[in-house]
């Protein structure tokens, strides 16, 4: 028996198993139904308190991660704006400098340019100046040279008409020597020019070129840029009655043979130029036959003075003549010089003024070669540094132009593009969206 207290009036009576179990039943149905239900509106009331607050602290932790992501891109915009900043500004500062220094190049290229040509300018007058001194020196000396000389032509007056006389009797050897010519056939002189040439002057040998020297040219000569050597056919030197040589001559003789078929007398010029400055002759002379039509050296004597110097070209009938004419003229200008040495010892020494004015010449050209070598080095140099300074310049024009591009780009950056790809953060700003809305 179980004993049981009333709740109303506090009486207790005993009750057995099963009426206990009875009235328990009761209360515990009706009881434990509100309880549980109380207690179920209790927890579901928690469980939705605790919903809010997980959701408030997701939504702020996203927000927090959201405004963090946000400060870090605007610090990231804010850290390449100043790079980009500095590094044009740099970049404007280089290429300002860059062109200072091209600019100062340019200044120090016109000043180098003026400078030379001030220094040219100056030795230019500083040598006019010495040569008018000189030109009044050499008037005074002239003006006394002039009477020397007038006397010296009056007391060889009759010299001269005694070699007028001598000239004479040449011509009239020419004269014979043109019959001589006359009476021979092309074909005998084209055949034996070089012996006839031998000939003619042996005949004249003895009462005309006592002293002269005429023979073959048999030593070959080869020059620096040449292979094989070259000799010419004949050399003539004459001599005064001391053994001093006043005349050279190198002869060339070229007959109609059938090696110089279709060849002209030109053709054969520069060898004989050549061959002339090789055996140290003062004079060269080609004998030919060669372009019978050519009036040029038919009618007399061939004169080159616009390509060759000291060149003659005769026929073979104006051998003697023009080897006459050449050792006439030699022997008036050793006389000459002879009695110019003469006034020259008693005046003015006239070589050491001309050797003095050639080493000035002399001294001054290299001068200015010199000056012009280093000015051109000069000038090439700032040259080769404009250009070197002007790739970098392309350089960093290049540098600034990326740079704007990648500010362009940085510009163009949106939440968008840095959440493509990213489903994660891309909900995170939606939420931050629809929050804010």
Known sequence: MNEVQCPQCKSIFEMDAAGYAEIVNQIKSEEFENELKNRINEASKSHQIQLELTKKEAISEKEKEVSSLLNQISNHEREIEFAKKESIEAIQKEIFDKDKQIERLKNERKAAVAETDIAVLKAKADLEKEIIELNNNIKNADTEKDLQIQSLKNTHRTEVQAKDEIIRIKDDEIERVKDMKAKMSVK???????LWCENQFNILRPSAFQYAYFEKDNESVKGVDEEHGTKGDYIFRDFDSNGVEFISIMFEMKDKMEETKGKTNES??????KDRKKKNCEYAVLVSMLEPENELFNSGIGYIP?????????????????LSLIRNEAR????MRQELAIIRSQNIDYENFENKLLDF??????NVISARTNF???IKHIDETIVKLEKVKQHLTTSDNQLRLANNKTQDLSIKKLT????T????FDELGNKNE
């Open 188 to 194: 005998e002189i084209g055949e034996k020019l070089e």
């Open 268 to 273: 054969h010029l520069d060898k004989l130029d």
């Open 306 to 322: 616009h390509k060759y110097d000291k060149m003659y070209v005769v026929r073979p009938h104006n051998f003697i003549p023009i």
């Open 332 to 335: 008036k200008s050793l006389e």
């Open 361 to 366: 010449q002399e001294g001054f050209g290299k």
């Open 376 to 378: 051109d080095k000069a």
């Open 420 to 423: 493509r790809g990213n489903p």
């Open 425 to 428: 953060m891309k909900a995170k």
